[in-house]
Nanobody
């Protein structure tokens, strides 16, 4: 059982920045990657970005490249999503998920956090 605690969501004006955190509070063998997804009202869950714990390799959705940066603190088993140049289309509940590989996470398979709301006002 892997449990994560997400934090950092909130309300921000367009053009602003937020940093989300996701801390693994419990860990099981095989948790080798973490990713962020988001779900906007009335839409499906969308992959945002992911990283591998071991070597820090990262992957981004085209919609956030150049604006969002994903990082990690291995010692604290915490992942971060730094979001800049936010626009109203970024409004969503953001979820972190941990699992074996980035492709596996992109397929939606892993252990999910509870989500944190990000609202961008115009």
């Amino acid at each position: 059982q892997v449990n994560m605690i997400e934090s950092g969501g909130g309300l921000v004006e367009a053009g602003g920045s937020l940093r989300l955190s996701c801390a693994e509070t419990k860990r099981t063998f095989g948790s080798a990657a973490m990713a962020w997804f988001r779900q906007a009202p009335g839409k499906g869950r969308e992959y945002v970005a992911g990283f591998r714990w071991r070597d820090g390799g990262t992957d981004y959705a085209d919609t956030v490249k150049g604006r969002f940066t994903i990082s990690r603190d291995n010692a604290k088993r915490t992942g971060f999503l730094q979001m800049s140049s936010l626009n109203p289309e970024d409004t969503a509940v953001y979820y972190c998920v941990t699992g074996t590989t980035i492709p596996t996470l992109k397929a939606g398979r892993g252990s999910w956090g509870q989500g944190t709301q990000v609202t961008v006002s115009s």
